[in-house]
């Protein structure tokens, strides 16, 4: 079993920067890919960023150039998404998702909101 648990969101001005972290714990995390996903009010729930377990990076088109997804592998297992020049469409909760070969994990989310 995976447990994530995220923090780093908040309330930003446009155009300013938030980084986000998801803390992950059980044995398996090595094991699968780790992202960040993202539901404003009355949308569907999508991939901002993902990484595998090779390291290999997934952004969306709409925050190519802006966000940056790193992994920790080592003693203190996660994930990070460092946003910059943060817009009002980026307002939304955003999920930690593990993905595993038998299973998903999602954390309980963090709110980001951008001020315009």
């Known amino acids: 079993q995976v447990q994530l648990v995220e923090s780093g969101g908040g309330l930003v001005q446009a155009g300013g920067s938030l980084r986000l972290s998801c803390a992950a714990s059980g044995s398996a995390v090595r094991l699968g890919a780790l992202g960040w996903y993202r539901q404003a009010p009355g949308k569907k729930r999508e991939l901002v960023a993902a990484i595998t377990r090779g390291g290999t990076i997934d952004y969306a088109d709409s925050v190519k150039g802006r966000f940056t997804i790193s992994r920790d592998n080592t003693k203190n297992m996660g994930v990070y998404l460092q946003m910059n020049s943060l817009k009002s469409e980026d307002t939304a909760t955003y999920y930690c998702?593990?993905?595993?070969?038998?299973?998903?994990?999602w954390g309980q989310g963090t709110q980001v909101t951008v001020s315009s």
């Open positions: 998702k593990w993905s595993g070969p038998w299973s998903d994990y």
